[in-house]
């Protein structure tokens, strides 16, 4: 990779020569990735092509064959096409709302706080809020008189993958909006230029890293959710994880469900590609240490800002109203029955579910730092570091989060269930891949501050004499820590909520809340359901408050420091 | 750069620990049967025998892959509950170690396994679950024969379960083809096709719509449908008159269980009339497979209703072919 360096060009000497530290580093990485992404991915590949000892496609065969699985293949594209599109969208209108318009600060926290709602529950959760709304007699439908709404289906899952997935969109544009340096638009503003071009022209393009990043996400977040196809979709639009998690828990077809994932490989892969294509060749260098003090940002027009709020209000109000189902399901004795008050179903949650909310906790405990220093080392190398064998890393990085999750937890089981890596029933095997599948966030978010952080910075410690993990430490991680955090925020979210991967993963000695919550669900037990997961929600909320907290100090540290420079 | 080392392999150490030992004096089990009742099961068996129980809950197709997948370094010594079909296909896997348990006499040879790879502690017949207001607005009886839910008042409003995920939904083709024949049984659920409003992934999953009004009815275990209605909701449970097959839960011991012992001990316990006795007294909703014990709920009084008997090698036998005409008939 080509960048203005006084230090390289010249000399031409290797990065391994250059940076001592980055062998090892470099060597742990590979050895991770080997055990926890490469070794279970070969396994579950030898179990999809080998039948009888022999190379063979006939399981791959016998799912092209059936008109149903191909049916789920192009549903699964047209929804994660969909819910990317939108959810984007949605996003980018909540980062402008939160990062370009005076708003009050408490007015910001709140639509932030509110976003967070959808993303740290699980899925399943909303979409039976969403079904009591919407659904067949829903509240909502009655309310307006609707009838006929065919809610089963593509506009069921559409909705709820949407709201759940948009606020991953809104915490990655919102980073990438307020590292854009207000001067760049102040500039397009007084060469007297309307707001909507200098928005179509300087902050659009500019947030075009972050956009790649968002689409990128919630399309290879879509195409893996089988959580909410799984109560929404229906028979009437099959899509791809759900099926290979039917075909393995219904069917009891290991083999069906690997082919499977595999053709859902194929499109994340394509995504993945067109990512690297599309943002790896511009340059969005916005902080570059030579900028003067920042301004503030200019008023938008009222009618741009008074449509973007009303969408914001509109979609908070929503989401504020589904989660309150949710409370009052857990607050009254039988939905729809007995209304009467009664906090028995908390009694339940922190009696029968006190050991599974102590081992979630412990996990995202675990997990979250450890993968939040992974993302930054691997994001860092991967951005800055262009030599043979980084382009591998960051894919094979990738690779867990691109795989549907059920996929990930089936090949988690049959690599580390025996000799030599036996890790079945511990809570290694957990943090693992939690670890591994969500530090992918981190990982985008580091790299795509990186793009915006010129090398000439770096540079300049080097040549004052720090050494490469000086430079690291001192100069490259407070820059992104902001980026670090939304990812580690988006780490320990997943490991409270996900539970694709990591049902196949629980054992008698570890279990998860999340998992506690669907076999509520599936034993009808609503309000239990219910009850769980507002404890969840709370509980995360709490710990994501802290990191935000921190998120902000940090951002704010570095916006100063810009200014001084 | 010292640091980043030390940080990167502690990262290593936590990555490459493996698990302890299980202590003896435990028995670790997968349960299919629902939380909320092997929960007391096992309380019932620690107070009797002093050993620990350390359990987590599944579905029975989970379950089943669990156990396949971990066949090579087990990490449970026995499953309880589930229906007996998924003990009949995890034979074949060879998960399972044959044990005769010391109640086995009191369990007639239909409810058990043949090689003793399972034994059945109870049955569950599959009913129609009917939303009352739905039937109030509408005028209707409940309905009383399979032909009832072909009714164009149920359009758009029937909830049951997906024949590729759940046990509930092949229970109810075993029913139809027995009943019907099989070509006759496909015409059928083509016709009730029209009425459905979604196929849900686990069998009690239309049960909680049709609790809250947004379905009109389905077919259910009972197991699920008379959950439903001792929580409150309006529904009422009825059988079809043309008859209705069942479904065994069993239990079974898994092949290289570490606590062996336990684990047939709680065999032992589970095929005795205590065990039984103590399924009616806390009203779980399972008719006991001894004959000895006294079924005190009506509900579960089945003398007037017509039940169909399916040899549960048969169900196995044709599982896949009725699951795969299922797709590329009915829902086609």
Same mark, same amino acid.
Request: charged share 15%.
């Given at each position: 990779?080509?960048?203005?360096?006084?230090?390289?060009?010249?000399?031409?000497?290797?990065?391994?020569?250059?940076?001592?530290?980055?062998?090892?580093?470099?060597?742990?990485?590979?050895?991770?990735?080997?055990?926890?992404?490469?070794?279970?991915?070969?396994?579950?590949?030898?179990?999809?092509?080998?039948?009888?000892?022999?190379?063979?496609?006939?399981?791959?065969?016998?799912?092209?064959?059936?008109?149903?699985?191909?049916?789920?293949?192009?549903?699964?594209?047209?929804?994660?096409?969909?819910?990317?599109?939108?959810?984007?969208?949605?996003?980018?209108?909540?980062?402008?709302?939160?990062?370009?318009?005076?708003?009050?600060?408490?007015?910001?926290?709140?639509?932030?706080?509110?976003?967070?709602?959808?993303?740290?529950?699980?899925?399943?959760?909303?979409?039976?809020?969403?079904?009591?709304?919407?659904?067949?007699?829903?509240?909502?439908?009655?309310?307006?008189?609707?009838?006929?709404?065919?809610?089963?289906?593509?506009?069921?899952?559409?909705?709820?993958?949407?709201?759940?997935?948009?606020?991953?969109?809104?915490?990655?544009?919102?980073?990438?909006?307020?590292?854009?340096?207000?001067?760049?638009?102040?500039?397009?503003?007084?060469?007297?230029?309307?707001?909507?071009?200098?928005?179509?022209?300087?902050?659009?393009?500019?947030?075009?890293?972050?956009?790649?990043?968002?689409?990128?996400?919630?399309?290879?977040?879509?195409?893996?959710?089988?959580?909410?196809?799984?109560?929404?979709?229906?028979?009437?639009?099959?899509?791809?994880?759900?099926?290979?998690?039917?075909?393995?828990?219904?069917?009891?077809?290991?083999?069906?469900?690997?082919?499977?994932?595999?053709?859902?490989?194929?499109?994340?892969?394509?995504?993945?590609?067109?990512?690297?294509?599309?943002?790896?060749?511009?340059?969005?260098?916005?902080?570059?240490?030579?900028?003067?003090?920042?301004?503030?940002?200019?008023?938008?027009?009222?009618?741009?800002?008074?449509?973007?709020?009303?969408?914001?209000?509109?979609?908070?109000?929503?989401?504020?109203?589904?989660?309150?189902?949710?409370?009052?399901?857990?607050?009254?004795?039988?939905?729809?029955?007995?209304?009467?008050?009664?906090?028995?179903?908390?009694?339940?949650?922190?009696?029968?579910?006190?050991?599974?909310?102590?081992?979630?906790?412990?996990?995202?405990?675990?997990?979250?730092?450890?993968?939040?220093?992974?993302?930054?080392?691997?994001?860092?190398?991967?951005?800055?570091?262009?030599?043979?064998?980084?382009?591998?890393?960051?894919?094979?990085?990738?690779?867990?989060?691109?795989?549907?999750? $059920?996929?990930?937890?089936? %090949?988690?089981?049959? *690599? +580390?269930?025996?000799?030599? #890596? /036996? =890790?079945?029933?511990?809570? !290694?095997?957990?943090?693992?891949?939690?670890?591994?599948?969500?530090?992918?966030?981190?990982?985008?978010?580091?790299?795509?501050?990186?793009?915006?952080?010129?090398?000439?910075?770096?540079?300049?410690?080097?040549?004052?004499?720090?050494?490469?993990?000086?430079?690291?430490?001192?100069?490259?991680?407070?820059?992104?820590?902001?980026?670090?955090?939304?990812?580690?925020?988006?780490?320990?979210?997943?490991?409270?909520?996900?539970?694709?991967?990591?049902?196949?993963?629980?054992?008698?000695?570890?279990?998860?809340?999340?998992?506690?919550?669907?076999?509520?669900? $599936?034993?009808?037990?609503? %309000?239990?359901?219910? *009850? +769980?997961?507002?404890?969840? #929600? /709370? =509980?995360?909320?709490?710990? !994501?408050?802290?990191?935000?907290?921190?998120?902000?100090?940090?951002?704010?540290?570095?916006?100063?420091?810009?200014?001084?420079? | 750069?010292?640091?980043?080392?030390?940080?990167?392999?502690?990262?290593?150490?936590?990555?490459?620990?493996?698990?302890?030992?299980?202590?003896?004096?435990?028995?670790?089990?997968?349960?299919?049967?629902?939380?909320?009742?092997?929960?007391?099961?096992?309380?019932?068996?620690?107070?009797?025998?002093?050993?620990?129980?350390?359990?987590?809950?599944?579905?029975?197709?989970?379950?089943?892959?669990?156990?396949?997948?971990?066949?090579?370094?087990?990490?449970?010594?026995?499953?309880?509950?589930?229906?007996?079909?998924?003990?009949?296909?995890?034979?074949?896997?060879?998960?399972?170690?044959?044990?005769?348990?010391?109640?086995?006499?009191?369990?007639?040879?239909?409810?058990?396994?043949?090689?003793?790879?399972?034994?059945?502690?109870?049955?569950?017949?599959?009913?129609?679950?009917?939303?009352?207001?739905?039937?109030?607005?509408?005028?209707?009886?409940?309905?009383?024969?399979?032909?009832?839910?072909?009714?164009?008042?149920?359009?758009?409003?029937?909830?049951?379960?997906?024949?590729?995920?759940?046990?509930?939904?092949?229970?109810?083709?075993?029913?139809?083809?027995?009943?019907?024949?099989?070509?006759?049984?496909?015409?059928?659920?083509?016709?009730?096709?029209?009425?459905?409003?979604?196929?849900?992934?686990?069998?009690?999953?239309?049960?909680?719509?049709?609790?809250?009004?947004?379905?009109?009815?389905?077919?259910?275990?009972?197991?699920?449908?008379?959950?439903?209605?001792?929580?409150?909701?309006?529904?009422?449970?009825?059988?079809?008159?043309?008859?209705?097959?069942?479904?065994?839960?069993?239990?079974?011991?898994?092949?290289?269980?570490?606590?062996?012992?336990?684990?047939?001990?709680?065999?032992?316990?589970?095929?005795?009339?205590?065990?039984?006795?103590?399924?009616?007294?806390?009203?779980?909703?399972?008719?006991?497979?001894?004959?000895?014990?006294?079924?005190?709920?009506?509900?579960?009084?089945?003398?007037?209703?017509?039940?169909?008997?399916?040899?549960?090698?048969?169900?196995?036998?044709?599982?896949?072919?009725?699951?795969?005409?299922?797709?590329?008939?009915?829902?086609?």
């Amino acid at each position: 990779m080509n960048r203005p360096s006084a230090l390289s060009a010249p000399e031409k000497v290797s990065p391994l020569k250059r940076d001592p530290a980055l062998l090892p580093a470099l060597a742990a990485i590979w050895i991770s990735l080997a055990v926890f992404v490469l070794y279970p991915v070969l396994r579950l590949f030898l179990m999809t092509f080998m039948v009888e000892g022999q190379f063979s496609f006939a399981n791959l065969g016998a799912v092209l064959d059936s008109w149903y699985d191909r049916q789920a293949f192009l549903n699964s594209l047209w929804l994660a096409g969909a819910v990317s599109f939108a959810g984007t969208v949605l996003g980018y209108i909540y980062a402008f709302a939160v990062t370009r318009i005076p708003l009050p600060s408490w007015l910001k926290w709140f639509l932030g706080a509110v976003t967070t709602l959808p993303l740290i529950s699980p899925p399943f959760t909303s979409s039976i809020a969403l079904t009591l709304s919407l659904g067949p007699n829903g509240i909502l439908l009655k309310f307006f008189g609707i009838e006929n709404f065919s809610f089963y289906g593509f506009w069921g899952t559409w909705m709820s993958e949407t709201l759940t997935y948009f606020p991953v969109s809104f915490l990655t544009l919102a980073a990438v909006l307020s590292a854009i340096d207000p001067n760049l638009e102040d500039a397009g503003l007084s060469l007297g230029a309307s707001p909507g071009r200098v928005f179509r022209t300087v902050t659009l393009p500019l947030s075009t890293p972050g956009i790649a990043n968002s689409v990128l996400l919630l399309f290879a977040s879509s195409l893996a959710d089988f959580a909410t196809p799984l109560v929404l979709a229906g028979h009437s639009f099959p899509v791809l994880p759900t099926q290979a998690y039917l075909q393995i828990t219904g069917l009891y077809d290991l083999r069906g469900g690997a082919a499977l994932s595999f053709l859902l490989l194929l499109p994340a892969m394509g995504v993945y590609a067109l990512q690297r294509f599309w943002v790896g060749r511009k340059n969005y260098v916005t902080i570059s240490g030579k900028t003067g003090s920042r301004s503030g940002f200019k008023s938008k027009g009222k009618l741009a800002e008074g449509l973007v709020l009303g969408v914001c209000f509109a979609v908070t109000a929503f989401i504020l109203y589904l989660y309150s189902l949710i409370l009052w399901g857990a607050l009254v004795k039988v939905w729809g029955v007995d209304n009467s008050m009664t906090w028995e179903n908390f009694r339940y949650v922190f009696t029968h579910g006190r050991k599974a909310i102590a081992d979630t906790l412990s996990i995202a405990a675990v997990a979250t730092p450890l993968g939040g220093l992974m993302a930054v080392v691997v994001g860092y190398i991967a951005q800055r570091k262009r030599f043979f064998g980084t382009r591998a890393m960051e894919f094979f990085s990738m690779l867990n989060y691109a795989l549907p999750g $059920t996929v990930v937890g089936i %090949a988690y089981v049959i *690599a +580390f269930n025996e000799k030599p #890596i /036996l =890790l079945t029933g511990t809570m !290694t095997i957990l943090v693992a891949a939690y670890m591994f599948r969500y530090h992918a966030a981190g990982i985008r978010a580091v790299i795509a501050s990186l793009h915006q952080i010129d090398p000439s910075i770096e540079e300049a410690s080097a040549s004052l004499g720090a050494g490469a993990a000086r430079t690291f430490f001192r100069v490259t991680v407070p820059l992104v820590v902001p980026a670090v955090l939304m990812g580690m925020r988006y780490l320990f979210i997943h490991c409270m909520t996900a539970i694709s991967a990591t049902i196949f993963l629980v054992s008698v000695k570890w279990s998860l809340l999340t998992t506690r919550i669907l076999e509520c669900m $599936t034993e009808l037990q609503f %309000a239990q359901a219910c *009850a +769980f997961s507002v404890v969840l #929600i /709370l =509980l995360v909320f709490g710990a !994501t408050a802290v990191l935000t907290g921190l998120t902000r100090f940090a951002t704010r540290r570095i916006s100063g420091e810009g200014g001084r420079g | 750069m010292s640091r980043l080392r030390v940080v990167i392999a502690s990262l290593l150490l936590v990555a490459v620990m493996a698990g302890g030992a299980f202590a003896s004096g435990e028995l670790n089990a997968y349960t299919i049967m629902p939380e909320k009742y092997a929960s007391q099961v096992f309380e019932a068996f620690t107070a009797e025998t002093g050993i620990k129980v350390n359990f987590m809950r599944f579905s029975s197709g989970e379950a089943l892959a669990r156990v396949v997948a971990e066949k090579n370094n087990p990490q449970v010594d026995m499953i309880l509950g589930g229906p007996a079909d998924t003990y009949e296909a995890g034979i074949k896997e060879g998960v399972f170690e044959a044990y005769r348990p010391a109640g086995a006499d009191g369990i007639p040879d239909k409810f058990r396994s043949k090689e003793n790879f399972w034994t059945g502690i109870g049955i569950i017949p599959l009913v129609f679950l009917t939303n009352t207001k739905f039937l109030a607005d509408k005028g209707l009886e409940a309905p009383a024969s399979w032909n009832d839910l072909l009714d164009p008042a149920y359009k758009n409003g029937l909830q049951m379960a997906d024949a590729r995920t759940s046990g509930t939904a092949t229970e109810r083709i075993y029913s139809l083809v027995k009943i019907l024949g099989e070509d006759e049984a496909f015409a059928y659920q083509k016709k009730l096709h029209q009425n459905i409003q979604m196929y849900t992934k686990s069998g009690a999953g239309g049960a909680m719509p049709v609790a809250m009004g947004q379905a009109a009815s389905g077919i259910f275990y009972i197991v699920d449908a008379l959950d439903i209605q001792q929580q409150g909701h309006p529904v009422v449970i009825s059988y079809p008159k043309e008859g209705v097959s069942f479904g065994i839960e069993a239990t079974g011991v898994l092949k290289g269980a570490r606590n062996l012992e336990n684990a047939k001990k709680f065999m032992d316990w589970a095929s005795s009339k205590t065990f039984a006795q103590l399924l009616v007294d806390r009203k779980i909703n399972y008719i006991p497979t001894r004959g000895d014990v006294e079924v005190t709920n009506p509900a579960l009084d089945l003398s007037k209703v017509s039940l169909v008997e399916v040899d549960v090698t048969w169900k196995g036998q044709n599982r896949k072919a009725f699951v795969d005409r299922w797709i590329n008939e009915v829902i086609k």
